[in-house]
Nanobody, 124 residues
Framework: VQLQASGGGLVQAGGSLRLSCAASGRTFSGVDMAWFRQTPGKDREFVAA???????YYSNSVKGRFTISRDNAKNTVYLEMNSLKPEDTAVYYCAADLVVSPHVVRHGNAYNYWGQGTEVTVSS
């Protein structure tokens, strides 16, 4: 599975962005997907996941502001980010694997395929 993330950019606090992650190399409907983010000097952080066995999951820091969705016809997963805060500034990575169990969706090690990252900067 190859992943290509896009949609990052510079936005003011309170604004919105939509990230996209296009997948290729395997039937898209047959993979589970997630978004993670990372800032310099910090560990990679789980953001959201959408899996076929359990629906959607969000970190507490983004719940209610971010929405993960997928379009199987376009082989793409989206992350709609609203009410952005400066602390959302990070490089965002999409991740995928064939089957991800609900109890490990928040763990980066559960995903074997990663995109190249797209940078999001939220100014105050």
């Amino acid at each position: 599975v190859q992943l290509q993330a896009s949609g990052g950019g510079l936005v003011q606090a309170g604004g919105s962005l939509r990230l996209s992650c296009a997948a290729s190399g395997r039937t898209f409907s047959g993979v589970d997907m997630a978004w993670f983010r990372q800032t310099p000097g910090k560990d990679r952080e789980f953001v959201a996941a959408i899996i076929r066995r359990g629906g959607t999951y969000y970190s507490n820091s983004v719940k209610g502001r971010f929405t993960i969705s997928r379009d199987n016809a376009k082989n793409t997963v989206y992350l709609e980010m609203n009410s952005l805060k400066p602390e959302d500034t990070a490089v965002y990575y999409c991740a995928a694997d064939l089957v991800v169990s609900p109890h490990v969706v928040r763990h980066g090690n559960a995903y074997n395929y990663w995109g190249q990252g797209t940078e999001v900067t939220v100014s105050s």
